[in-house]
């Protein structure tokens, strides 16, 4: 774990509830933070739509969002257990989980993982999603990374019950709802700007993000008018990016 990132992560998700509520911004911020503080090499979060189907909302890589769409898809794993259960699920050595996920052990190592461990977003009898953290290198996540992966998913929690007052389960439904639909022209945003300037889609979401910011826009909004052609694209955020150039680190 590391504890001087510690602090500043907990007040980085306060001060995102506090100065403006991106939600998807917010949950990108919640898997990019687990693993830059926890002992975990990436991140994936599922939330449960108003029916009660759970939808990949946020991944730390498109390799770990492609991979939570296989749990969906074939109905198992980690993140699956979790929200049902409502408690957290470990498995410190997917070599061994074959006969556990028989589908997606495997796609998980060959994804180049080794163990993980799900997390429930839970408010006292609810629970909304899961966060998943995937490590690549077998062994049980540390008790204490454990607790406090559990605290960054209990903020997102209640950030999403609570944000702006929330008047009660309906307003996060449509939040949640909102979200989704989000999901979708952001990932038709991403695919036109990596087509249109030679990036991967983790670099023209990146971009995307960093425009978003400087611009002082929802995420959504802007990807809605990217696709939408009513705005053009061709910096990193806030200069002029060639064609095949890469967004900084």
Same mark, same amino acid.
């Given at each position: 774990?590391d504890?001087?990132?510690l602090?500043?992560?907990f007040?980085?998700?306060?001060?995102?509830?506090?100065a403006?509520?991106?939600l998807i911004?917010?949950?990108?911020?919640l898997?990019d #933070?687990?693993? &830059?503080? +926890?002992?975990?090499? $990436?991140?994936?979060? /599922? %939330?449960?739509?108003?029916?009660?189907?759970l939808?990949?909302v946020a991944a730390s890589?498109?390799?770990v969002?492609?991979?939570e769409l296989?749990?969906l898809q074939?109905?198992?794993?980690p993140?699956?257990?979790?929200y049902r259960?409502?408690?957290?699920?470990a498995e410190?050595?997917?070599?061994?989980a074959?006969?556990?996920w028989p589908r997606?052990?495997?796609?998980?190592?060959?994804?180049g993982?080794?163990?993980?461990?799900?997390?429930p977003?839970r408010?006292r009898?609810?629970?909304?999603g899961?966060?998943n953290?995937?490590?690549t290198?077998?062994g049980?996540?540390?008790t204490?990374?454990v #607790?406090?992966? &559990?605290a +960054?998913?209990?903020? $997102?929690t209640?950030? /999403? %019950?609570n944000?702006?007052?929330l008047?009660?389960?309906?307003?996060?439904?449509?939040q949640?709802?909102?979200?989704?639909n989000?999901r979708?022209?952001?990932e038709?945003a991403k695919g036109?700007?990596?087509?249109?300037?030679?990036l991967?889609?983790e670099q023209a979401f990146a971009?995307?993000?960093?425009y978003?910011r400087?611009?002082n826009?929802g995420?959504?909004d802007?990807?809605r008018?990217f696709?939408n052609g009513?705005?053009e694209l061709?910096?990193r955020?806030?200069?002029?990016?060639?064609?095949?150039?890469r967004?900084?680190?």
């Amino acid at each position: 774990m590391d504890t001087d990132l510690l602090p500043e992560a907990f007040v980085e998700l306060a001060d995102t509830l506090v100065a403006g509520f991106d939600l998807i911004d917010f949950l990108h911020l919640l898997t990019d #933070r687990s693993v &830059q503080v +926890l002992d975990a090499s $990436a991140a994936g979060l /599922l %939330l449960a739509d108003p029916r009660g189907e759970l939808r990949v909302v946020a991944a730390s890589s498109e390799q770990v969002r492609l991979l939570e769409l296989f749990q969906l898809q074939n109905d198992q794993g980690p993140c699956l257990d979790c929200y049902r259960s409502g408690q957290p699920v470990a498995e410190a050595d997917l070599s061994t989980a074959d006969e556990r996920w028989p589908r997606f052990a495997g796609i998980a190592r060959r994804a180049g993982f080794a163990a993980v461990q799900a997390l429930p977003m839970r408010l006292r009898e609810q629970t909304i999603g899961a966060l998943n953290l995937f490590r690549t290198t077998p062994g049980t996540f540390d008790t204490a990374d454990v #607790r406090v992966g &559990q605290a +960054l998913a209990d903020v $997102a929690t209640i950030g /999403l %019950l609570n944000e702006r007052s929330l008047r009660r389960a309906e307003i996060l439904n449509e939040q949640l709802q909102g979200a989704l639909n989000s999901r979708v022209i952001i990932e038709q945003a991403k695919g036109k700007l990596a087509e249109r300037l030679g990036l991967d889609m983790e670099q023209a979401f990146a971009v995307l993000r960093r425009y978003a910011r400087a611009r002082n826009c929802g995420l959504s909004d802007l990807a809605r008018d990217f696709v939408n052609g009513k705005i053009e694209l061709s910096g990193r955020g806030t200069g002029p990016l060639s064609r095949g150039a890469r967004p900084p680190s």
